[in-house]
């Protein structure tokens, strides 16, 4: 856990850096483009389905907490975080404690539920 938060305090600072005119003079084909790549991800997110397993450790009225392992295709590590669930049926589903091998979208910054195993 401590070496995740690590890892992303260094990515923070990193694009801090870029954002304060640290690549002033640069030339920015050259340059790892940390934002940039997030706004593609949210364009090309629209639509992809990504997997993920975890355990459920919180069920809300529309939300459901899952500590999930990585997730390749989100560039994610393992972390513990919210998803919304439109779908009764899947919310259903989820259960505290239980495990769940699962689909989800982007949806601006929400992250949707759309599958449960
Ligand atoms: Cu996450």
Known sequence: MKRVFLICVALVAGSAFAQSGGMKGMDMKDMPMKGMDMKMDK????????????VVTKVDKD??????????SMKWPAMTMAFV???K???DKMKK????DFEFV????????????
């Open 43 to 54: 364009k090309d997110a629209k639509g992809t389905v990504h997997k993920a397993s975890g």
């Open 63 to 72: 939300k459901v907490t899952i500590k999930h392992g990585p997730v390749p």
């Open 85 to 87: 669930v439109k779908d």
């Open 89 to 91: 049926a899947l919310m």
């Open 97 to 100: 404690e239980q495990k769940v």
């Open 106 to 117: 982007q949806e601006g910054s929400d992250h949707v539920v759309t599958a449960v195993k």
